[in-house]
C-alpha cells in the first residue's frame, strides 16, 4: 500500500534517526508535491507545535520527533472514540433502516 502523497514529505522523520530537510525532499515522489522551502516551512510548523525538535550542526539543519509529543493528542481520541463510536452506531442503524423496503425487510 502507498502512502497518500500529502504524507509522504515528512513521514519519515523519526524520534531516534534525526534527518536533514533535504532528506526529505529527495524521497521518491516529494520533488512532484513539496518543494525543499514548503518541508522546512511545515517542518518549522511542527517544531512550533513541539512535534519535532531541530538542531543545527554546521549548514545542515535536522528534525527528529520529539519522544512523547503525541501524547496529548492520543489522550484527546480515547476521550473522544465513545462519541464518535456512538455517532457511527447511529448512521449504521440510519442506513439499514433506509434500505429495508415498504414492508420493512433488507432489500
Known amino acids: ?26 524521497e521518491p515522489g516529494v520533488a512532484q508535491i513539496a518543494a525543499l522551502p514548503t518541508i522546512v516551512q511545515h517542518l518549522k510548523a511542527l517544531e512550533a507545535g513541539r512535534l519535532v525538535s531541530s538542531a543545527k550542526i554546521g549548514r545542515v539543519r535536522t528534525y527528529q520527533l520529539v519522544p512523547d509529543a503525541f501524547g496529548t493528542a492520543i489522550d484527546w481520541l480515547h476521550r473522544q472514540r465513545p462519541s464518535a463510536q456512538r455517532q457511527v452506531d447511529r448512521l449504521t442503524a440510519l442506513l439499514v433502516e433506509s434500505t429495508k423496503n415498504p414492508e420493512g425487510e433488507q432489500q
Open 1 to 26: 500500500m502507498t502512502r497518500p502523497p500529502s504524507s509522504t514529505p515528512l513521514s519519515s522523520i523519526s524520534a531516534q534517526h534525526p534527518t536533514a530537510a533535504n532528506t526529505h525532499a529527495t
